[in-house]
């Protein structure tokens, strides 16, 4: 098993719809969770980190989910600019420097 | 306002060439990072460097090495380039040993190996 799974999509959603996807991680200690975004090959750029008693950011909304070991992002009133790349990170407890990539999950909103 | 440069953006080499790629913070990050990122996959490390003077092999680090030269600069070197290589490299920093820290990114380094 992988440490950190997504579906790597594509989901295909209307402009203005709500969209929401989960990843999953092996490591029940992991401390830090972190949602990038990444277009198009260009540089992850952070989107949002994910604590543990959930947080909103506009839109944009994250979940931790401890006892089944997922964090989620739901995007409400999904925007042609929120196509990309949705990476989940992980800080493993066993170490300070390094995170856990998954492999993104592509979102394509359509007009 | 830089964050993390990566120098250079693109380049193309011939099997067998070397060179190194550069990367500078101006955030005044402990830590630093070289990935690599293939089509499909996520981001793979290569080697990292918690603080000034160390630094520590990542997942994929065979056919490259790093220099952690001061806290600003970690530079990455491919010492005998292979096909395999190819890939787009990018150099991350982070404030380090707090979990809660994110990473920043620089723009990468798109890479081929002839």
């Known amino acids: 098993r992988k440490e950190v799974e997504q579906d790597p999509g594509p989901f295909n959603v209307p402009e203005g719809a709500t969209v929401a996807f989960n990843c999953t991680y092996s490591n029940s200690a992991s401390q830090s969770f972190f949602w990038y975004r990444q277009d198009c090959r260009k540089e992850p750029k952070l989107l949002m980190s994910v604590y543990s008693s959930g947080n909103e950011d506009g839109r944009f909304t994250a979940q931790l989910n401890r006892a089944s070991q997922y964090i989620s992002l739901l995007i409400r009133d999904s925007k042609l600019s929120d196509s990309a790349t949705y990476l989940c990170v992980v800080n493993p407890v066993d170490s300070n420097y390094q995170l856990i990539w998954g492999a993104g999950t592509k979102l394509i909103i359509k007009p | 306002n830089a964050g993390v440069t990566q120098t250079p953006k693109f380049q193309v080499l011939k099997t067998g060439q070397s060179m190194t790629l550069q990367c500078a913070q101006d955030m005044n990050h402990n830590s630093m990072y070289w990935y690599r990122q293939d089509p499909g996959m996520g981001l793979r490390l290569i080697y990292y460097?918690?603080?000034?003077?160390?630094?520590d092999k990542g997942e994929v680090p065979n056919g490259y090495n790093v220099s952690r030269l001061n806290k600003r600069e970690f530079s990455l070197r491919l010492e005998s380039a292979a096909p395999s290589q190819t890939s787009v490299y990018f150099c991350a920093s982070r404030r380090g040993g707090e979990r809660v820290q994110p990473q920043h990114f620089g723009d990468g380094t798109r890479l081929s190996i002839l």
């Open positions: 460097s918690a603080s000034e003077g160390t630094t």
